[in-house]
């Protein structure tokens, strides 16, 4: 299950999948789908918090890419509202409890 932030909204994890699938996004392309029901600034701003909390980096005018953090949410990898990883596996970061994982 994924671990959003109390910051999400509903439109966050479609914004994040769409623009995971077609490797990057331009918040008017985004705006004009008929899956993305909200108008071109409110994408903008969704785009904005995800990109400050670091599920997205913003390329410059109105272009977003998603990053490791934001394909680890949609994986179910990653806590949105810790901002961390749930399980270190391959990743080195620390898990949302604080914990490594060990082997063995």
Sequence with gaps: MRQSGTWMTIW?????EII??????????LADRD??????????????KLAEHG??????????VITEEGKAYLDEEYDAE???????????GPTAGGRERTNG
């Design 12 to 16: 966050d994890d479609r914004i994040l």
């Design 20 to 29: 995971r699938a077609e490797e990057g996004g331009r918040v008017g392309d």
């Design 35 to 48: 899956s993305v029901r909200i108008s071109a600034s409110s994408v903008s701003r969704r785009c904005q």
């Design 55 to 64: 599920l997205l980096r913003d390329l410059g005018n109105g272009v977003y």
């Design 82 to 92: 810790a901002g961390a990883y749930m399980d270190a596996g391959e990743n080195s």
